[in-house]
């Protein structure tokens, strides 16, 4: 059944938060663990698929109707998580994959692509959810879904999809034996010129990393 079919027919709002709620923290969890690198060789295909399941609580937040907080103004949840770590962490598993190129806004006419990092991006995601799951424990719940809401339109929502995208494109890489070509410098930081021996690790580490844990052949040197 669809959320339009249940929302036409006035479903509890408990239910929804509660549902919502799991997949946003279940999420926070399996993306911590991750961050460990206990499992390295795994790193790609789980983030994939946390990343798909988070943005289907993010496609019915979308979705839904508008909701609106009980209080005027946003209660104060306390000094935000500090992700510093969590980012670090990320970067270091998945270098030289972190770095992927994106375009800002797909409804921006000759929109120039950018530079941006997965490890960011996870970071960047992780400290809205984290707030919103503040407000959700100390029983602030139409505040939480609120603010859920609010940043997956505004801020969580496309970063995720453009993390999703660039993990995508890696699976597929491996899949369909096509290693990275070249990174043509790609970087966050600066505009330098291709760096081969670059491009060649990042082919290295999709084989070693991507195809061994999806059970499929190694990418063609």
């Not at 104060?76 to 970067?91: K, N, T």
């Not at 407000?135 to 801020?155: K, T, V």
């Not at 890696?170 to 070509?181: E, G, I, K, N, Q």
């Not at 060649?200 to 999806?214: D, H, K, N, S």
């Amino acid at each position: 059944m669809s959320d339009a079919t249940l929302h036409a027919a006035h479903p509890d709002p408990d239910d929804f938060a509660v549902q919502i709620s799991d997949q946003i923290e279940s999420f926070i969890v399996a993306v911590t663990e991750v961050a460990k690198g206990d499992e390295p060789d795994s790193a790609v295909p789980f983030l994939l698929l946390e990343l798909s399941q988070l943005l289907l609580a993010g496609g019915r937040l979308g979705a839904h109707e508008d909701f609106v907080p009980d209080e005027r103004y946003e209660p104060d949840v306390g000094p935000e998580p500090d992700v510093d770590e969590l980012r670090e962490r990320f970067a270091r598993l998945l270098d030289p994959v972190d770095v992927y190129s994106e375009v800002f806004d797909p409804y921006v006419p000759r929109s120039q692509p950018v530079a941006c990092r997965i490890s960011d991006d996870l970071a960047d995601i992780i400290t809205d959810l984290r707030h919103g799951m503040a407000h959700y424990r100390d029983g602030r719940i139409s505040e939480a879904l609120w603010w859920w809401q609010f940043s997956y339109l505004s801020n969580w929502g496309t970063t995720a999809s453009a993390a999703l995208r660039a993990l995508q494109s890696l699976v597929a890489h491996v899949r369909l034996d096509s290693p990275l070509d070249e990174l043509d410098g790609l970087d966050t930081d600066s505009n330098t010129d291709g760096d081969e021996e670059l491009a060649e690790e990042a082919g290295r580490v999709m084989a070693a990393e991507i195809a061994a844990p999806l059970g499929i052949r190694s990418v063609k040197s």
